[in-house]
């Protein structure tokens, strides 16, 4: 089945919307769907998803949202992309059929591996992965694949707020609106001469102080790019890690145990 059989997608407003379960945007950095909680800060939101079935929640047998932006962000990769080829992603098969105490056993070493898989590329997280699915104990996967997103999502939510300590500080130093300089440091390419110039000509405020702006703005994106390194190459890992688990799951075979699916 496809993703639009479980999500139903809004084109997204400036207010957003009560109920949504996450945004997304079809082009993004590297070609991929670019996926964030509901209440994030926008960087291209195009769309907002809500739930468009019974079978998405929290409950031990219902699949999680997180699950749904999970198979969106391992979705493959393309230049362009529209919210029709977005609505056509596949969704993995998951049984909900391991029992409550190895299926949680097995999620907290997963977690415990994919600590191990960042830190040194420990291949463990991915032979779990495969010994658990050929036992039918998908549900598992299902639960690590949760587990990534939401360090993706953690790592995302670092970035933008690495950025506007940094937008807040160049507020701070030239007596202008933070809110009104965040949004400059949220661009994908932190150019200090353009974020400069926009200052200058006041879109954040009248400059109440005689600095140079360029020096100013260069020093601070000096400082905050070994942070935003650093995060993209943890995001990198738990992108990697993500579609080596998606890949496997979209190629298990169905077994006895997989009767009890979200997906017939």
Excluded: C
């Amino acid at each position: 089945m496809d993703i639009s059989d479980f999500l139903r997608f809004e084109r997204a407003s400036q207010d957003g919307s009560p109920g949504a379960l996450f945004w997304l945007a079809a082009r993004s950095r590297r070609g991929r769907i670019w996926v964030m909680p509901a209440d994030a800060a926008p960087v291209v939101r195009e769309w907002l998803a809500f739930s468009a079935s019974d079978q998405i929640g929290d409950a031990p047998d219902k699949i999680h949202p997180l699950f749904l932006a999970a198979t969106l962000l391992s979705a493959p990769p393309r230049p362009v992309a529209g919210i029709e080829d977005i609505a056509q992603v596949t969704v993995p098969r998951i049984a909900f059929s391991t029992p409550e105490e190895v299926r949680r056993s097995m999620t907290l070493n997963a977690m415990r591996m994919t600590t191990e898989y960042r830190q040194n590329g420990s291949p463990r997280v991915l032979q779990l992965v495969e010994n658990r699915l050929a036992l039918g104990q998908s549900d598992i996967v299902h639960d690590l694949m949760v587990y990534i997103v939401r360090q993706i999502f953690d790592v995302r939510a670092a970035d933008r707020e690495e950025r506007n300590l940094r937008a807040d500080s160049v507020a701070a130093y030239l007596g202008l609106e933070e809110m009104k300089v965040r949004p400059l440091f949220q661009s994908v390419r932190l150019n200090a001469r353009a974020i400069a110039a926009r200052l200058s000509d006041g879109a954040a405020g009248t400059i109440r102080r005689a600095l140079d702006v360029p020096a100013l703005i260069t020093s601070q994106i000096e400082l905050l790019q070994p942070e935003l390194r650093e995060l993209r190459a943890q995001e990198t890992h738990y992108l990697a890690l993500l579609d080596g688990v998606a890949a496997h799951l979209s190629k298990a075979k169905s077994t006895p145990e997989n009767r009890r699916t979200f997906v017939d």
